[in-house]
């Protein structure tokens, strides 16, 4: 313990010893920016900073969970749980709840997932009448989301956002500045949140209460961000909210790495971070752990071609290691058998275990073939932050039934459970029960109990509702009484509600789901077991926010598919990158947006992204595209052209192979041939 700090490298332990005032360490991947990170933070434990006045923020839940790993192994694991250590997002959750009396909201308070935010916009443009063509409930909820993360609210959204438009656009703004206050009017009403709530809110709710904000000023008297480069508007906010007046605020990140622009982040709060705090200490860490030489040169040079870059130095003591692999495959189809086979032999002849291995994507969509292959290849994959398990449709259904035993007020969860159930009573008919029970100041379910009253339901349709009214929401409503374990209250609702034979039944495959429903209903048992003291509103509230939770076994035994966002801050001994094709690594929407002149650093984006994957892996890397691919209804082909990120690497790095399907036969040979990059 008295040696903590010989663990880093001179730059790094300077970093970890700062332990006051502003500080950005900026370093390129795999100089152990996250690992100082962690060794400053059991630093200031062992300096006798108390672990309840640090605050880390880190960009996912898994990254949470590997660094409080850490910590506990480097000063002991007793106070790990009690750190306030994870995403903005869970730590904002965390301060909402000690206050949600001041936000008016109420316990049970659940939050609402893109789906749901979404499924709320379509009601409000169904109600108001208008139409969903010129009002795409998609685009409408996406300058919602936008204005929430820049702090616009729903009364300044025509002033701020239409003020260089012509009048047509004005008046659209006016109607979408409608639609945002109605959903902000049905999200309390609901007693939700959405995401973008969780920063909004507790901004809010600190700026409008200075002695709730001197309290979290005091609570947090050491501030650390992971990932700075890709803090949004009111992330960024929120800390120099917190880190006021003694700006104890420690943040590391990488410009190079900045990937998530169009979600909002601002790589200028990492470049300004000098500017912000005029006192910073800032240090460069150089030493690269992580990559092979060749690795760390070519991503090096491939991102200097980028003009918005802080210069950085890189340099390793590793060799030069193995070269970059570059296959260019007949289809993608070629390519996905490519890498299964490559797959095989890196664990047949070189020792590599199945979790050494990454296969990177620019997007899910880009992973299908491979998906459909790798079994066939008998090689078990593990798809990370794809569709996950909680996404799936059964699951989905029945967290709907959870959902209104802990927040009885979620008329989502309710129309949703109205659509599910009840046969013959369609939307128009659901609209016109709301709007009943709005206008006569009633609760829906007690429309439900008298159905008759609203026009066009006559004895048939009043006889399902109440039907429904007695089977799933009288049960629901006995069952928030009951004192019973959280497991146990959702197995019980599970079989009162018959959901086996009233929604399983009606679905395709209803024994895979029902097997799926089982593993749910399983982990739902092992939360209680361990998490006592925490309930279904606790569980449900946490599901929400760790997206990339996956409950199947044996992940040791497994190759990790990911898309290249997905796997910032992570490493792994041998990469794939797929797909490297012009169109889809650089994404075709940056193309656009560069040529429309709407974005003129878009493609620069894409080239971080692809630093980003290129720089996850230690030993080998291989990176792969098609040239051709069937595409459009008629399966036409389409030629398909090496992204320009290949042409931008130095090619007495890389080793190029060309990869054919063999006539009449499923396997595929390969030809080597130096001269086509
Ligand atoms: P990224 O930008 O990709 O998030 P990073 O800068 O956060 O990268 P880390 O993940 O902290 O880098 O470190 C990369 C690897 O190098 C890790 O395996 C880490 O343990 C190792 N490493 C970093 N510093 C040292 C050191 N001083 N001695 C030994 N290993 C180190
Ligand atoms: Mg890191």
């Not at 200031?44 to 996912?60: C, E, K």
């Not at 007693?191 to 709730?212: G, H, V, W």
């Not at 895979?512 to 939360?527: P, Q, T, V």
Request: a neutral charge; charged letters at 25%.
């Amino acid at each position: 313990m008295k040696h903590l700090l010989n663990d880093l490298n001179p730059k790094q332990k300077i970093a970890a010893q700062t332990l006051t005032g502003p500080v950005l360490v900026l370093a390129g991947a795999g100089s152990g920016k996250t690992r100082t990170l962690t060794y400053r933070t059991a630093n200031l434990i062992q300096n006798g900073v108390s672990h309840q006045n640090i605050l880390t923020v880190t960009f996912t839940n898994r990254a949470a969970d590997d660094m409080k790993a850490k910590i506990g192994k480097l000063i002991g694991s007793e106070i790990i749980d009690e750190m306030n250590l994870g995403t903005f997002h869970s730590i904002c959750l965390k301060i909402l709840r000690e206050n949600l009396n001041k936000i008016n909201r109420a316990e049970g308070c659940l939050i609402y997932d893109t789906k749901d935010s979404l499924a709320i916009v379509e009601d409000i443009i169904f109600d108001f009448g208008l139409e969903a063509t010129e009002y795409d409930p998609k685009m409408i909820f996406n300058i919602i989301a936008k204005a929430k993360m820049e702090l616009v609210l729903a009364a300044d959204l025509t002033a701020e956002y239409a003020q260089a438009e012509n009048q047509g656009s004005k008046h659209f703004y006016q109607i979408v500045s409608k639609i945002y206050q109605e959903y902000e009017r049905v999200l309390a009403n609901n007693n939700c949140f959405d995401f973008n709530d969780l920063i909004k809110k507790t901004i809010e709710l600190l700026e409008s209460n200075p002695a709730i904000l001197t309290k979290y000023q005091n609570k947090f008297k050491y501030i650390q961000v992971d990932e700075y480069q890709d803090v949004n508007h009111s992330q960024y906010q929120l800390i120099s909210l917190l880190a006021k007046p003694q700006n104890n605020i420690f943040v590391v990140g990488d410009d190079w790495q900045g990937i998530y622009g169009f979600r909002g982040a601002d790589i200028s709060n990492i470049l300004e971070f000098e500017q912000d705090y005029p006192e910073a200490v800032v240090i460069k860490l150089e030493r690269n752990y992580r990559s092979s030489n060749n690795i760390i040169s070519a991503s090096n040079k491939l991102i200097n071609n980028n003009t918005q870059n802080k210069v950085k130095e890189a340099w390793t003591e590793s060799d030069d290691g193995a070269p970059i692999f570059i296959a260019e495959a007949e289809s993608p189809l070629v390519e996905a058998k490519y890498v299964c086979k490559r797959i095989n032999h890196l664990v047949d002849f070189y020792n590599y275990k199945l979790s050494d291995i990454a296969i990177l994507c620019r997007s899910h969509f880009q992973s299908m073939q491979l998906q459909k292959q790798l079994p066939k290849f008998r090689i078990p994959h593990q798809l990370v932050g794809g569709l996950s398990f909680f996404d799936r449709q059964e699951i989905r259904y029945f967290v709907n039934y959870l959902k209104l035993i802990v927040n009885p007020n979620d008329r989502l969860a309710l129309k949703r459970l109205f659509r599910i159930e009840v046969h013959g009573v369609g939307e128009i008919l659901l609209s016109e029960i709301t709007k009943y029970a709005r206008e006569n100041k009633m609760k829906i379910t007690d429309v439900f109990e008298s159905p008759t009253v609203v026009k066009g339901i006559g004895n048939n349709k009043a006889a399902n509702i109440i039907e429904f009214q007695r089977r799933v929401i009288d049960s629901i409503y006995d069952l928030r009484e009951e004192k019973l374990p959280m497991d146990k209250k959702a197995l019980e609702l599970y079989q009162r509600v018959d959901f086996e034979q009233n929604v399983l039944a009606e679905l395709d495959d209803p024994e895979g789901r029902k097997r799926y429903l089982n593993m749910f209903l399983e982990d739902i048992s092992n939360f209680r077991k361990n998490n006592p003291g925490r309930g279904l509103y606790d569980y449900l509230l946490i599901n929400k926010l760790i997206a990339d939770k996956d409950i199947s076994e044996n992940k040791e035994q497994k190759v990790k598919v990911m898309t290249a966002h997905s796997a910032k801050g992570l490493e792994f001994p041998v990469v794939f990158i797929i797909g490297a094709e012009e169109e889809v690594f650089p994404h075709l929407k940056s193309l656009e947006a560069k040529e429309a002149g709407l974005n003129p650093y878009a493609v620069e984006e894409e080239r971080r992204l692809f630093y980003v994957a290129m720089t996850r892996a230690e030993k080998l890397l291989f990176i792969s595209f098609a040239k051709t691919k069937v595409a459009g209804e008629q399966g036409q082909y389409k030629q398909l052209y090496p992204s320009r990120f290949l042409t931008e690497l130095p090619k007495q790095r890389l080793d190029f192979t060309s990869v054919e399907s063999k006539k009449g036969g499923s396997g595929i040979q390969m030809r080597k041939d130096k001269q086509v990059i």
